[in-house]
């Protein structure tokens, strides 16, 4: 009966509020609601959806809008400028200086079966943005499960078309290329308003019960390649140096060729000269040979003996200042 008493009273208490006060409450309340509700705010990496019963009608940019409250319009804020990633065969809990891993083990994502009939376990990342908010929410239903199924089966394609060596070592770049490649297009055929941003390959190593077998043929490799590249090395010390010796000789012997034949030739215009001179002043030509070579023999004699042309005969001359009085 106490009970009963309150309601009484208080609905005794609303009905004598006047109509007027009532309007105005209602009038307030649904100011407020319509302040916290049509009003909205899209981030600067974000981009505004609005549906209207269901309905899409239009695109927001970054700043204060307005919608129609009371559930009429619908908003949905899409991140078009952040870089999601999704990881394969691992799972980061923590980023940060020191990065705190799962423990959990994800070989049903990462073992991989290659194209010589061998088993790789291969850790990824792919990194995408979204590039059309609208086909993004509209054409995908489940966009992330999507993403990550596709990738998965682009990954296994790629590394089925490859041997082990090439997954593991020598190819893992342009494998993330292809994956990229493939992924995206199969992304553009389904409509997902997906742009893959990058696909890197983080740890790519064989299964743990082979991986010292496999260390040791990677090591044996190494120190095969050492060896080629110390003997290429040495290869091209010594073929330039070679090369260098016989192009110099070859010079040397040209620039000797060259030499003898340049001063044959000068021999033999001077010689002709000489000729020519002679046969016009013989006499002459004579004395200035004569003088000439005797200029050339003259210094390398040690003793002279002048004889007069009208000497009959010759009296050799003793040295007597040689040991005598």
Avoid: C
């Amino acid at each position: 009966m106490e009970g009963f008493e309150e309601i009484k009273a208080s609905a005794q208490k609303i009905s004598k509020i006047s109509p007027r006060k009532f309007i105005a409450g209602v009038i307030v309340l649904a100011v407020i609601i319509i302040i916290f509700t049509g009003f909205y705010t899209i981030d600067p990496e974000e981009v505004g959806v609005i549906q209207r019963f269901g309905r899409y009608v239009s695109t927001t940019e970054p700043g204060l809008h307005f919608k129609i409250p009371f559930g009429i319009d619908f908003l949905t804020k899409v991140k078009v400028k952040h870089v999601f990633k999704e990881e394969f065969g691992f799972r980061t809990l923590k980023a940060g200086v020191q990065t705190k891993y799962s423990t959990r083990n994800y070989d049903h994502e990462s073992m991989m079966l290659t194209g010589d009939l061998n088993i790789a376990d291969v850790e990824w990342i792919v990194q995408y943005r979204i590039k059309d908010p609208i086909k993004f929410l509209f054409r995908i239903r489940y966009v992330r499960e999507t993403i990550r199924d596709l990738t998965e089966s682009v990954t296994r394609q790629v590394a089925g078309d490859r041997s082990v060596d090439e997954v593991i070592v020598l190819n893992r770049t342009e494998i993330a290329d292809e994956i990229q490649i493939i992924l995206q297009e199969h992304l553009d055929e389904y409509g997902a308003g997906i742009e893959v941003y990058t696909v890197n390959l983080q740890n790519v190593n064989p299964p743990d019960r082979v991986k010292p077998a496999f260390n040791e043929v990677n090591s044996a490799k190494q120190e095969r390649e050492k060896i080629i590249n110390q003997a290429w090395q040495q290869y091209n010390e010594a073929v330039p140096e070679a090369e260098g010796k016989a192009k110099r000789m070859i010079e040397e012997a040209e620039g000797y060729a060259i030499n003898r034949v340049n001063r044959a030739n000068g021999d033999a215009e001077r010689f002709i000269q000489m000729y020519e001179e002679y046969r016009f002043a013989k006499s002459v030509t004579k004395k200035r040979l004569y003088l000439e070579t005797m200029q050339k023999i003259l210094p390398n004699v040690e003793k002279l003996y002048i004889v007069d042309e009208d000497l009959k005969g010759l009296l050799p001359l003793l040295d007597l200042g040689k040991g005598g009085n």
